[in-house]
Nanobody, 123 residues
Framework: QVQLVESGGGLVQAGGSLRLSCAAS????????MGWFRQAPGKEREFVAS???????FYAGSVKGRFTISRDNAKNTLNLQMNSLEPEDTAIYYC?????????????????WGQGTQVTVSS
């Protein structure tokens, strides 16, 4: 069992930055691929970024070059650095863990979800 708790969301102006963190419980954090998803009102939950057990990273096209995912296995923490934020990035951001590969991650493949943190980007 893995429990995930996100933090770091908030309100920021377009062009600004935010850093999201996800604290994971349990001793097996390092054995899970980890990722971030987001869901805007009226839209499906979508993949943002993921990181494999070995540290390989994968990004949605809409955030590539602006967002950076990282993990600290010693601290059981997952991070998402978000730069050059756009109003279209406004959503609830969820931390996620799964078994298997970190690539081509569909939301229904997720094993564990956090409760989400709101990110709002004003224009």
């Amino acid at each position: 069992q893995v429990q995930l708790v996100e933090s770091g969301g908030g309100l920021v102006q377009a062009g600004g930055s935010l850093r999201l963190s996800c604290a994971a419980s349990g001793r097996t954090f390092s054995s899970y691929p980890m990722g971030w998803f987001r869901q805007a009102p009226g839209k499906e939950r979508e993949f943002v970024a993921s990181i494999s057990i070995g540290g390989s990273t994968f990004y949605a096209g809409s955030v590539k070059g602006r967002f950076t995912i990282s993990r600290d296995n010693a601290k059981n923490t997952l991070n998402l650095q978000m730069n050059s934020l756009e109003p279209e990035d406004t959503a609830i951001y969820y931390c996620a863990a799964k078994t298997g590969a970190a690539t081509n991650w569909r939301w229904y493949e997720t094993t564990y979800w956090g409760q989400g943190t709101q990110v709002t980007v004003s224009s």
